[in-house]
């Protein structure tokens, strides 16, 4: 199993700060049962200071400052810390709440740990399939300047969230639409080659409810992370990460 981290994407608008996901959290931490057997296998990080939560204290802000948090889906490590946020607004697609929440079948409920959700968050839910948006993709808006690109294949109702930067023109947080980098690109955003990760796909392959829309998804990100001015990432490969924080 390598190294794998649940990249939380902070950005600060006018509409309060944004999370796109909330990664692992604090309850989790205090009570690691709340993640399921998945903890086995996963054996998370308990250090608080790698939580959302903990990040964003350190870099001087409150939980409070957190208005709203996009989620690419509701696997449980990408809702974990919601409850760190309390007075934040939930956004998901209307597609995964759905599945995971409203109408979950067998498969769903052995899925996904709604104990996060347990706070009682305010959830709002986001219908597609959306407008015509930009590079021939359908996109939601969520918030101003923050739009969810349908990407199921994950899960039933996962969505990439693209952000509009200042820096960076366009920052998209691909969620678990990939997981290994070079599933979409060779180089990782500051241009570094990297080699295939064996592992990070198997866990993909073995995570995924449907293998073709993976397929498509990864061509789709890849078409958009050669357009100028466009980041993508993913929430798991640590490279990435490291090489953003690095750039
Ligand atoms: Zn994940």
């Known amino acids: 199993m390598p190294e794998v981290v649940c990249h939380v994407l902070l950005c600060e608008t006018a ?3 944004v999370l796109v996901d909330s990664g692992l959290g604090r309850h989790d931490i205090a009570d690691p049962k709340r993640m ?7 054996r998370p990080n308990r250090d608080d200071a790698r939580t959302a939560i903990g990040q964003i204290e350190a870099r001087g802000f409150a939980a409070s400052d ?3 948090i996009v989620l690419t889906h509701m696997d ?22 759905d599945w ?14 709604l104990k996060p959700l347990s706070h009682g968050p305010r959830i709002q839910t986001h219908a597609g399939p959306g407008e015509q948006w930009r590079y021939g993709l359908r996109g939601i808006e969520v918030l101003p ?16 969230v693209a952000v509009e930067s200042p820096d960076r023109d366009l920052l998209v947080h691909a969620g678990d639409a990939a997981f290994d980098v070079t599933s979409y690109s060779p180089t990782l955003p500051s241009g570094t080659s990297v080699s295939k990760s064996r592992s990070l796909r198997a866990i993909e392959t073995f995570a995924a409810v449907d293998r ?6 990864h061509t789709t990100l890849r078409r958009l992370n050669e357009e100028a001015g466009v980041t993508v990432f993913t929430a ?6 490291d090489d953003l924080l690095g750039s």
Not at 146 to 160: N, R, V, W
Not at 212 to 217: D, L, Y
Request: no cysteine; aromatic share 10%; charged share 20%.
């Open 15 to 17: 509409d309060g700060v």
């Open 66 to 68: 957190v208005q709203h």
């Open 76 to 97: 449980f490590d990408h809702i974990g810390g919601l409850a760190d946020f309390p007075e934040a607004t939930v956004h998901t697609t209307a597609d995964e709440y």
């Open 36 to 42: 399921g057997p998945a903890r086995f296998v996963m």
């Open 145 to 160: 300047g923050i739009t969810y690109l349908p990407m199921p294949g994950h899960t039933k109702g996962h969505a990439a």
């Open 236 to 241: 798991h490969d640590k490279r990435i990460l």
């Open 212 to 217: 073709k829309q993976v397929i498509a998804n």
């Open 100 to 113: 995971a929440v409203v109408n979950p079948d067998f498969t769903a409920r052995r899925r996904y740990s």
